[in-house]
T-cell receptor, first 112, second 112 residues
Framework: QQQVKQSPQSLIVQKGGISIINCAYE??????FPWYQQFPGKGPALLIA?????SEKKEGRFTISFNKSAKQFSLHIMDSQPGDSATYFC???????????FGAGTRLFVKA | DAGITQSPRHKVTETGTPVTLRCHQT?????MYWYRQDPGHGLRLIHY???????DKGEVSDGYSVSRSKTEDFLLTLESATSSQTSVYFC???????????FGPGTRLTVL
């Protein structure tokens, strides 16, 4: 069974701090790695995504770091804000595949 | 949002009754998905569709069926609901050029 393992399950960060969420995968055929953000009562929404030909992608305060040899990727949220409090899902999809595999999610709480 | 709606948004039903959830998208996306979200499991794929009348099973398809008679509509049916199917159900469609999945607002289903 293809899996994407995500950690931690929950995370509490002080306002202004750095939030780090990690994911690991097994299937080397995965070639697209998105992160989704979900607020309570809403559907997930794409936050940022990376393909394995680059090791890092940054969009504003959000950065994905990708380590192809270790089969790991992580989301860094710089200068975390209370408005970032949400559940974050990492995911992976393989070349030509219809299906995206999601991690179990991380509940982030940013303390004001 | 990519114009994805789900109906109903909330439903309470009894064990053994049939239930149909509807997903409607206005983006003319070819690919559509049904997921269930449960604590500790993230988003798990139930069924997906890659075109009108073209559907396939996901990782947790037992007890569910789907139909897609038009590009814009994707129906999920629980033929005989069980308590283990109590969950939040999300529909999504995928924009192929960016690989982005757009999620609906979800349906909270409770099976008593």
């Amino acid at each position: 069974q293809q899996q994407v393992k995500q950690s931690p399950q929950s995370l509490i960060v002080q306002k202004g701090g750095i939030s780090i969420i990690n994911c690991a995968y097994e299937n080397t055929a995965f070639d697209y790695f998105p992160w989704y953000q979900q607020f309570p009562g809403k559907g997930p929404a794409l936050l940022i995504a990376i393909r394995p030909d680059v090791s890092e992608k940054k969009e504003g305060r959000f950065t994905i770091s990708f380590n192809k040899s270790a089969k790991q990727f992580s989301l860094h949220i710089m200068d975390s804000q209370p408005g970032d409090s949400a559940t974050y899902f990492c995911a992976a999809r393989n070349t030509g595949g219809f299906k995206t595999i999601f991690g179990a999610g991380t509940r982030l709480f940013v303390k004001a | 949002d990519a114009g994805i709606t789900q109906s109903p948004r909330h439903k309470v039903t009894e064990t053994g009754t049939p239930v149909t959830l509807r997903c409607h998208q206005t983006e003319n996306h070819r690919y559509m998905y049904w997921y269930r979200q449960d604590p500790g499991h993230g988003l798990r794929l139930i069924h997906y569709s890659y075109g009108v009348k073209d559907t396939d099973k996901g990782e947790v398809s037992d007890g569910y069926s789907v139909s897609r008679s038009k590009t814009e509509d994707f129906l999920l049916t629980l033929e005989s609901a069980t308590s283990s199917q109590t969950s939040v159900y999300f529909c999504a469609s995928r924009e192929p050029s960016t690989d982005t999945q757009y999620f609906g607002p979800g349906t909270r289903l409770t099976v008593l």
